[in-house]
């Protein structure tokens, strides 16, 4: 559902079908970007029609994110994969495969230069987009549902049973929380 918050109504219905595990905004507000069992679906707000399908994915989509400037796309599976596309292309010019199990969350750096990912194998991984290359990597105590990195780009978050703050130039912990929730997000 599409509201209008000034208005303080609902203004559009979008049609998506079958299981949706998580939804995103585009910084703009033009599109809605779904992850289902059958993908992610990107739909046009403003016009009510889905406007793109990303294929690719072996699983559920269970995580899907915008970069700050709307130009990636980033989607975490059930397939063991992360993956990062190209608006309004859609062409893929990141897939991350260092997860043994479901991959549950995922956030792009501001500047669409990073990803990080999560997943049920208890790591949260540091992701060069531009060479699909692993830069580093920090264990938790239970799956990693929830990433974010701040605005920066130099510090990222990450849950698993405890949150984890570390620091993207080195893979360094900054500081650890216990037992708090699963899903993040940072200013």
């Known amino acids: 559902h599409v509201f209008d918050l000034e208005a303080e109504k609902e203004v559009r219905t979008i049609p998506v079908s079958g299981w949706q595990f998580a939804q995103a905004l585009s910084q703009d507000g033009q599109y809605l970007l779904v992850g289902t069992a059958h993908g992610a679906r990107l739909w046009d707000l403003a016009k009510g029609v889905e406007a793109a399908r990303f294929q690719g994915s072996g699983g559920w989509v269970e995580d899907v994110c915008f970069s700050a400037d709307d130009r990636l796309i980033g989607t975490a599976s059930t397939d063991k994969t992360a993956r990062v596309h190209l608006l309004p292309t859609g062409r893929e010019v990141a897939r991350f495969t260092g997860h043994n199990h479901h991959v549950r969350s995922i956030a792009l750096s501001p500047d669409g230069r990073l990803a990080i990912s999560g997943g049920d194998d208890n790591m949260a991984r540091l992701w060069d987009v531009a060479s699909g290359r692993e830069l580093y990597r920090v ?26 703050l570390w620091d993207l130039t080195n893979g360094r912990q900054v500081a650890q929380f216990e037992r708090a929730g699963t899903r993040l997000a940072l200013l």
């Open 139 to 164: 264990e938790h105590q239970e799956a990693v549902w929830g990433v974010a990195i701040t605005g920066n780009s130099r510090y990222a978050l990450s849950a698993g049973g405890d949150v984890q």
